[in-house]
T-cell receptor, first 112, second 114 residues
Framework: SQQGEEDPQALSIQEGENATMNCSYKTSINNLQWYRQNSGRGLVHLILIRSNEREKHSGRLRVTLDTSKKSSSLLITASRAADTASYFC????????????FGQGTRLTINP | NAGVTQTPKFQVLKTGQSMTLQCAQDMNHNSMYWYRQDPGMGLRLIYYSASEGTTDKGEVPNGYNVSRLNKREFSLRLESAAPSQTSVYFC?????????????FGPGTRLTVL
């Protein structure tokens, strides 16, 4: 069963525009992480936000977390062609939880 | 640092054949994981090893076995491959089981079962 559900499933924008992806989850969490996967490659960790945090920044990335709505968003500003990839959210349910649970991902295409 | 390495990169099997996927990490991480990724889907956990000497089932363990050979290596074995096991397999590692726990992924093994 997938804990995280990303929305939209696919997103295509022009280079320079901002891209926003959303993730919803079902149970309470300890933290939520976002990963990027380039075509044919493994996943790469982007950013982690804890359940007691509401917003976090890393370079051109901005992540928000609304635990009351059980949702998170990932914003990529000033997109570049190199941002073309799939983006996955993953949740850890508690400190004692044994694993991350991944969503199905958003496929982002940046058009030059 | 090579990070997480996986072998082989590609493999084609016939139904009923067996094989072992190898994974090694050089980051001195305690925990290691095996996932499968099917088209259009996220990752599903097959097995994980919280620490050397322990293994536990994940979401989709049927048809697989694992061995945590030492702290560095975690192998995944398919005893009798089936077409439903056609997938891309990823190994990952993390420093600790509890806490923030960022995972580091290998490049994947693309397996086709005919």
């Amino acid at each position: 069963s997938q804990q995280g559900e990303e929305d939209p499933q696919a997103l295509s924008i022009q280079e320079g525009e901002n891209a926003t992806m959303n993730c919803s989850y079902k149970t309470s969490i300890n933290n939520l992480q976002w990963y990027r996967q380039n075509s044919g490659r493994g996943l790469v960790h982007l950013i982690l936000i804890r359940s007691n945090e509401r917003e976090k920044h890393s370079g051109r990335l901005r992540v928000t977390l609304d635990t009351s709505k059980k949702s998170s968003s990932l914003l990529i500003t000033a997109s570049r062609a190199a941002d073309t990839a799939s983006y996955f959210c993953a949740t850890r349910r508690s400190l004692g939880a044994q694993k991350l649970v991944f969503g199905q991902g958003t496929r982002l295409t940046i058009n030059p | 640092n090579a990070g997480v390495t996986q072998t082989p990169k590609f493999q084609v099997l016939k139904t009923g054949q067996s094989m072992t996927l190898q994974c090694a990490q050089d980051m001195n991480h305690n925990s290691m994981y095996w996932y499968r990724q099917d088209p259009g889907m996220g990752l599903r956990l097959i097995y994980y090893s919280a620490s050397e000497g322990t293994t536990d089932k994940g979401e989709v363990p049927n048809g697989y076995n694992v061995s945590r050979l030492n702290k560095r290596e975690f192998s995944l074995r398919l005893e009798s491959a089936a077409p439903s096991q056609t997938s891309v397999y990823f190994c990952a590692s993390s420093e600790q089981l509890a806490g923030p726990d960022t995972q580091y992924f290998g490049p994947g093994t693309r397996l086709t079962v005919l």
